[in-house]
Nanobody, 124 residues
C-alpha cells in the first residue's frame, strides 16, 4: 500500500510559477513510476507528466511540455512538479499517482494509487 500526499498548490498570477510536491509512504518508492494528473470542474482527469522509478525517463503532455518539469528524490520518497509560465487554463486540481513497475504511461487507469489532490488557480 502506498499513501500519497500532495502539497504546494495555491493562487498565482499568469506567468508565475509553483512547485508541487508529493510525499509517498513505504520503502519501495523507486519501484513506482510517478505521475501528475489534473482535473478541471466537469472535465475528465488528464495526464500532465510522469517519471520512471529511476528518474531516467520522463513523459509530458503536449500542453505543458517546455513549461513544466517533473523530478523525483528517491531518498526523500518525493516527486515534484515545477510549473513555470503558468496560464489560466492550467487551473485545476492536481493529483499525484503511483504506477508499480510502470514506464511513464499517460493513462490514468494504469495508476494504482492516488493522492487527495491540491488546487492550483492561475489568475489572468
Amino acid at each position: 500500500q502506498v499513501q500519497l500526499v500532495e502539497s504546494g498548490g495555491g493562487l498565482v498570477q499568469a506567468g508565475g510559477s509553483l512547485r508541487l510536491s508529493c510525499a509517498a509512504s513505504g520503502r519501495t518508492f523507486r519501484s513506482y513510476t510517478m505521475g501528475w494528473f489534473r482535473q478541471r470542474p466537469g472535465k475528465e482527469r488528464q495526464f500532465v507528466a510522469a517519471i520512471t522509478g529511476s528518474g531516467s525517463s520522463t513523459n509530458y503532455a503536449d500542453s505543458v511540455r517546455g513549461r513544466f518539469t517533473i523530478s523525483r528524490d528517491n531518498a526523500k520518497n518525493t516527486v515534484y512538479l515545477q510549473m513555470n509560465n503558468l496560464k489560466p487554463e492550467d487551473t485545476a486540481v492536481y493529483y499525484c499517482a503511483a504506477d508499480f513497475g510502470g514506464v511513464g504511461s499517460p493513462q490514468k487507469y494504469d495508476y494504482d494509487y492516488w493522492g487527495q489532490g491540491t488546487q492550483v488557480t492561475v489568475s489572468s
